[in-house]
């Protein structure tokens, strides 16, 4: 489970929102990528969200992350 790390109600709905901002970027930019690189998406937002100041911002280091 990739949000396992995270405890706090808050901390989970920031990365959820998170990850889905970013999945839209992404698939936006990549309308055949496979549904299963969301997985690896969600696990690059769980390593993140410590760093990130806000969901925008955990968005946007996790597309980052993910496409480098």
Known sequence: MPFSSLTGPVDLARAHAALE??????KAQQPDIDE?????????VASLAPLAMDEEDLAQRAAEKFRS
């Not at 901002?21 to 992404?26: F, K, L, V």
């Not at 299963?36 to 690059?44: K, N, P, S, T, V």
């Open 21 to 26: 901002a970013a999945w839209a970027e992404i």
């Open 36 to 44: 299963r690189e969301r997985d690896r998406l969600a696990f690059i």
